[in-house]
């Protein structure tokens, strides 16, 4: 699945549940066709605009990385 970075930002202030893994980036993508989803940017930072595909989920979340 691959799309184009709608918009981004980084979490610094993390939920308990994932205190341990602040900072990280949350990224919504938009897919071709205009659907929108939310995951997390895996590997270094993306910016809005970005082309990213999917490089896992991990307890339903998905992983989005740079594309060339």
């Known amino acids: 699945m691959q799309g184009i970075v709608y918009t981004e930002t980084v979490v610094h202030m993390a939920p308990a549940a994932l205190v341990n893994l602040a900072p990280y980036q949350?990224?919504?993508?938009?897919?071709?066709?205009g659907r929108r989803v939310t995951g997390r940017s895996e590997g270094d930072r993306v910016s809005i605009g970005a082309p990213v595909?999917?490089?896992?989920?991990?307890?339903?979340?998905?992983?989005?990385?740079?594309?060339?």
């Open 26 to 33: 949350l990224v919504m993508v938009e897919l071709p066709g």
């Open 53 to 68: 595909e999917v490089a896992a989920e991990r307890d339903g979340v998905l992983f989005f990385r740079r594309t060339a």
